[in-house]
């Protein structure tokens, strides 16, 4: 059987065409969406860094210091996703440039490009990550590649509803993989989503999760 990493989430499964025959590869949709999404992940970053120098709505979470001189208030949410994304973009770019052979991650790199300098090699080896069955012992956020590439991209979906661009519309269901009452579908799209865990249907599943949901049971079956 044809298949792609992505198994019941891959893009060409819901177009009907055909996905690598090797388990540990990518299907040409879903190799182009991965690198679509950890390119538009460096944006997401610096765009969550402008976040929190602006001023911050009221209706946020705050974290803020309690002593002359300290620093100014900081949005949690906005600060926990930037530290997953670093944590998780450098762990992935180790892994890239160990099943690779590049050089390992310089210690003198400036923190300030780090996480983009980290996305960008990140995205032109997206196979790489994919294929990387263990990964260095020192990478502690994942045990395959493939685990470290799906949480880039969740996390860049994650960043689109932060954001405000979740262009997803509501549907009624529940996700059958988080159980989330959280599944729309992209604008001019087949595709249904999760925002809660990301995870991809296609239109015919969805129906029948959708007929499963809503027809009754009779008694006694």
């Given amino acids: ?114 996480v983009d300098v980290a996305l960008r090699v990140v995205a032109g080896h997206v196979e790489d990550l994919a294929a990387a069955r263990v990964v260095p012992t020192w990478v502690t956020t994942a045990r395959r590649g493939f685990d470290l590439l799906r949480a880039l991209r969740r996390l860049h979906r994650h960043c689109g509803r932060l954001l405000g661009r979740d262009t997803l519309q509501p549907l009624p269901g529940m996700c059958p993989g988080c159980h989330a009452h959280a599944i729309g579908r992209e604008e001019g799209s087949s595709l249904i989503g999760c925002r809660a865990c990301g995870r991809y249907l296609g239109w015919e599943e969805y129906q029948q999760l959708i007929t499963l949901t809503i027809t009754p049971v009779p008694p006694g079956s």
Avoid at 24 to 50: H, K, Q, V
Wanted: aromatic letters at 6%; a negative charge; hydrophobic letters at 30%.
């Fill in 1 to 114: 059987m044809n298949r792609c990493l992505f198994g019941r989430e891959c893009l060409q499964r819901h177009n009907n065409e055909p996905a690598p025959v090797d388990t540990f590869s990518l299907c040409p949709a879903c190799r182009t969406d991965s690198f679509e999404d950890i390119t538009n992940l460096r944006r997401d970053y610096a765009e969550l860094g402008d976040r929190l120098e602006k001023v911050q709505r009221p209706a946020e979470v705050y974290v803020s210091g309690n002593k002359p001189g300290s620093s100014p208030p900081i949005n949690l949410a906005v600060d926990t996703l930037r530290s997953d994304i670093s944590r998780t973009a450098l762990d992935a770019e180790d892994v890239v440039r160990d099943v690779a052979g590049m050089w390992p991650r310089s210690p003198l790199r400036p923190r300030a490009f780090d």
